[in-house]
């Protein structure tokens, strides 16, 4: 049926207010009408349009409610890769990351920055073609990542389709989605009355609201996006600078922070960065620090990239944040290896984007040495992802009469004796898998995503089975039948389903992830893949003697004495030998993947300041070629990778006549291997 003209026009014109006041809502933040007359243009166009089904099209602002779930996220290469950011801890480090810009640009006069908050989101790539968006994708590892189109075109705040003109044919534009503080009290304080969970922070909400298969429900969450950046480019060119890159996006209507500056010169881009922090308590949403960012594009491009972060950007991190706060009370709790760790319950704080309310106290004598008593006014500190903590006492707050807490002498949870060994500062309840504490602790490590990965069964569903003596050890998990799960609190046919076959799932299993899973008191990922490549498999490591353990990277005479204990330990061995009768395997040689690298097995360490990149990216880059790289210089290091002001190390290395590697060495090492 022919759609009559006066419709037509109808549509478009709905169409045309509907985007305009999306934008001065989102991007202006001055919204035009009452929420009631958005609505009402809404309905107009979505009635118009079930009437008219031919007129519907990907554009129109109707399809930003969701669409049916996807069952996984299609992959998305990213054709120019989505880098990461150097980071500059204090103004020092920002002050040499501008000399090495100048030096290596040769550019004598100070440089223009751009200043821009580090938003606390994810990154994302929006790619436009002819002014429409057509596919919006996470960062993922940087060169691949997920296709989120579905849940992006449910964000009010990013266009459908550009403004004005002079953009490229086809291009992406990335920025950051992040959730505004004030959506995310709503969305939480939503949660709680439907008794969900809530979020830690805005930045995890905003990651769970865009990986969501159920695009119905990444429409209800109040996810925003500023742009920061530019991808692919064809058919056009852009502007020269970030700040007319930034003119353009606002032209385009792509939503921009309203906090940048351009500055020159050193000075002015620590003044910039002082006075984003005394605001940043006040902004309406998260951030984490500074970038800054050579302005022109042309010594951006003079500069170029190392490893995966540009040479002409670098962030500066704020510093951890402190906030202070009562302590209520405090308790024990019983970890995975038996410790007995003192808890703070505090009054709720606020501190570095979480709600804190319990703190670990670590030990008996942390906790002397800090003074802290029940009734203190305690300073907590959190930085980044870092656990939080409590940094001191307000000693003239102190309440009179406030207590000091005595450590119990059995375990609250199994009434073990704890014992203290010799010189060690933790207490412990050695009753290992008869304490169900740990049973507990141990099960859900076993579980955990960097362990067996097993979907589905989180923290409460363990301990509902431990309580029931269902499962007592991480062999029982696969007797588990689906009727019996099924019969469980809050536990639907399906998710009983879902986690036997989850089960079923995780039986093949790499040997590094199985080592890891299984617990052994200091054996982290690390160890437990030195462990897994170095023996090959599981027989060769269960019968290793300490002095062989010790041959391994990374391993010191205390983790090889925890493994032997651990494989000597009857009740142990027996659960192993279970599991493999339950089907867990893995294929056999571990290093497989690596068997061509070119540092196969070398152990590095790194020490002093690298330029080009930090350490960890070094680290990076090193494994990538098959290096171990560890903390310590040994007979057993092959190479020392010294950076400027290496100290004692790069001493230890040549009086043991260890190879020494300059940085430039080392980049011409990666320059030959096409890392
Ligand atoms: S630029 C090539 N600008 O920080 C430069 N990133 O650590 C790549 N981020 O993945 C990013 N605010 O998620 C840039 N104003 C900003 C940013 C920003 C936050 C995030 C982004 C990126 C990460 C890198």
Not at 43 to 54: F, N, R
Request: aromatic share 6%; glycine share 8%; net charge neutral.
């Amino acid at each position: 049926m022919a759609v009559p003209a006066d419709v037509a026009q109808r549509v478009d014109f709905l169409r045309a207010e509907i985007n305009k006041h999306n934008q001065s809502y989102y991007q202006l933040d001055a919204p035009q009408i009452p929420d009631s007359e958005y609505d009402e243009l809404m309905q107009a166009l979505q009635q118009l349009e079930s009437q008219h089904p031919s007129l519907i099209n990907a554009q129109s602002p109707t399809q930003r409610v969701g669409s049916a779930p996807l069952d996984s996220f299609k992959q998305v290469k990213h054709v120019v890769p989505m880098l990461s950011l150097g980071n500059a801890f204090g103004a020092a480090e920002f002050e040499d990351f501008d000399k090495r810009v100048r030096e290596r640009g040769g550019f004598s006069k100070a440089m223009e920055y751009m200043v821009e908050p580090k938003l606390d989101g994810l990154a994302i790539s929006l790619l436009y073609q002819h002014g429409d968006l057509v596919i919006a994708a996470t960062r993922g590892d940087g060169k691949t990542g997920e296709d989120v189109s579905e849940n992006v075109k449910t964000i009010g705040a990013i266009p459908m389709r550009l403004t004005g003109d002079g953009y490229p044919d086809k291009f992406e534009v990335r920025g950051e989605v992040f959730m505004p503080l004030k959506g995310f009290q709503t969305l939480n304080i939503r949660a709680k009355k439907k008794g969900e969970k809530a979020f830690v922070n805005p930045r995890n909400a905003a990651a769970g609201s865009l990986r969501q298969l159920d695009s119905k429900i990444t429409a209800t969450r109040p996810l925003a996006f500023y742009s920061y950046g530019i991808g692919l480019v064809e058919g056009g060119a852009i502007p020269s600078t970030q700040k007319t890159l930034f003119e353009a996006f606002k032209r385009w209507g792509l939503p921009v922070c309203d906090q940048l500056v351009t500055v020159k010169g050193i000075e002015a881009c620590d003044r910039a960065y002082q006075v984003l922090l005394e605001k940043r308590e006040r902004l309406p949403y998260e951030i984490d620090g500074v970038v800054y960012k050579v302005n022109d594009f042309e010594q951006q491009r003079e500069l170029g990239f190392v490893s995966r972060a540009p040479r002409w950007a670098i962030a500066r991190k704020f510093p951890a944040q402190e906030k202070t706060t009562k302590l209520v009370s405090i308790d024990v709790q019983v970890g995975r290896t038996g410790a007995i760790t003192p808890v703070a319950r505090l009054e709720p704080v606020f501190v570095g984007g979480v709600t804190v309310t319990n703190v670990t106290l670590h030990n008996e004598d942390e906790m002397r040495k800090k003074d802290v008593r029940i009734g203190d006014t305690v300073v907590v500190r959190r930085a980044g992802d870092v656990i939080p903590e409590i940094v001191s006492v307000v000693s003239d707050k102190r309440p009179a009469g406030a207590q000091l807490f005595k450590m119990p002498n059995h375990c609250p949870v199994c009434d073990t004796k704890l014992e203290r060994t010799e010189g060690e500062a933790v207490l412990r309840c050695g009753a290992g898998l008869y304490c169900q504490a740990q049973t507990k602790a141990a099960i859900k490590h076993f579980a955990s995503r960097r362990a067996l990965d097993i979907e589905g069964l989180g923290d409460k569903l363990v301990e509902q089975l431990v309580d029931k003596g269902w499962v007592k050890s991480p062999a029982n998990l696969f007797e588990l039948k689906q009727e019996q799960l099924a019969g469980l609190d809050r536990m639907a046919d399906k998710s009983a389903k879902n986690i036997i076959d989850a089960l079923e799932k995780v039986r093949l299993t790499t040997l590094p992830r199985f080592l890891y899973a299984l617990g052994i008191r200091e054996v982290g990922e690390v160890t437990a893949n030195s462990l897994a490549s170095h023996f090959g498999n599981l027989q060769a490591v269960m019968d290793a003697s300490t002095e062989e353990l010790e041959r391994v990277a990374d391993v010191g005479p205390i983790v090889a004495q925890h493994v032997v204990t651990f494989f000597s330990d009857r009740h142990n061995a027996e659960v192993i030998e279970r599991l493999l009768r339950f089907g867990i395997r893995w294929e056999n040689v571990a290093v497989r993947v690596l068997e061509d690298a070119p540092l196969l097995n070398q152990v590095f360490v790194i020490t002093g300041s690298l330029l080009e990149m930090n350490r960890d990216q070094a680290k990076e880059v090193l494994q990538a070629m098959g290096a171990k790289v560890t903390s310590s210089i040994s007979k057993k290091t092959d190479f020392l990778l010294a950076g400027e002001e290496a100290g004692s190390k790069l001493k230890k290395a040549q009086d043991l006549g260890v190879p020494i590697l300059s940085e430039s060495d080392f980049m011409k090492l990666i320059k030959s291997n096409h890392v």
